[in-house]
T-cell receptor, first 115, second 111 residues
Framework: DAGVIQSPRHEVTEMGQEVTLRCKPISGHNSLFWYRQTMMRGLELLIYFNNNVPIDDSGMPEDRFSAKMPNASFSTLKIQPSEPRDSAVYFC?????????????FGPGTRLTVL | EDQVTQSPEALRLQEGESSSLNCSYTVSGLRGLFWYRQDPGKGPEFLFTLYSAGEEKEKERLKATLTKKESFLHITAPKPEDSATYLCAVQRKGSNYKLTFGKGTLLTVNP
């Protein structure tokens, strides 16, 4: 299996620009997570989808952040407009959600730098 | 609010020098405690899940243990390839998805 695929791997943009991060979960997985990792705050859950439906978006920092999952094979995290404090590594993770397993499998991440 | 504290923040060992990493947690009912390994520039890689106090799991040179307040990741005779950041996370009862992570321990094993 190819694992969780994220693109781009690196993104450098200027303040005020729109940024779109992409994720392809592991085939057959029905849960998808977006995380943000910074030195100060560590790894934080932004949003959780189950069967393509957003279940918990309480970690989304503000209205500038939005996430979609139009189908089981694709999700996006959009930041508009971007700010320097959004600079971080963003991870996507997926899981096959059924009783008896909780393991989340992470992608390689997208390193976002907002100048 | 769930809290996870990992110590030490960084640990430097010589190859073959065994040691332990600590993960202290505060959660209102533990559903599971997770250990992940993260290499530079990569995403966290799953190692273990522990569900109840007294439980132990092993994988190669790593052994994870769990008490009601903390978990230890014991590393026996480490090799340079064990160098990584080790992350601990907790999941509370009533949630089957939310993980609260600690900030990790950066382990460096010198040859």
């Amino acid at each position: 299996d190819a694992g969780v695929i994220q693109s781009p791997r690196h993104e450098v943009t200027e303040m005020g620009q729109e940024v779109t991060l992409r994720c392809k979960p592991i085939s057959g997985h029905n849960s998808l997570f977006w995380y943000r990792q910074t030195m100060m705050r560590g790894l934080e859950l932004l949003i959780y989808f189950n069967n393509n439906v957003p279940i918990d978006d309480s970690g989304m920092p503000e209205d500038r952040f939005s996430a979609k999952m139009p189908n089981a094979s694709f999700s996006t995290l959009k930041i508009q407009p971007s700010e320097p404090r959004d600079s971080a590594v963003y991870f996507c993770a997926s899981r096959l959600s059924w009783e008896g397993t909780d393991t989340q499998y992470f992608g390689p991440g997208t390193r976002l730098t907002v100048l | 609010e769930d809290q996870v504290t990992q110590s030490p923040e960084a640990l430097r060992l010589q190859e073959g020098e065994s040691s332990s990493l600590n993960c202290s947690y505060t959660v209102s009912g533990l559903r599971g405690l997770f250990w992940y390994r993260q290499d530079p520039g990569k995403g966290p890689e799953f190692l273990f899940t522990l569900y109840s106090a007294g439980e132990e799991k092993e994988k190669e040179r790593l052994k994870a243990t769990l008490t009601k307040k903390e978990s230890f990741l014991h590393i026996t005779a480490p090799k340079p390839e064990d160098s990584a950041t080790y992350l601990c996370a907790v999941q509370r009862k009533g949630s089957n998805y939310k993980l609260t992570f600690g900030k990790g321990t950066l382990l460096t094993v010198n040859p």
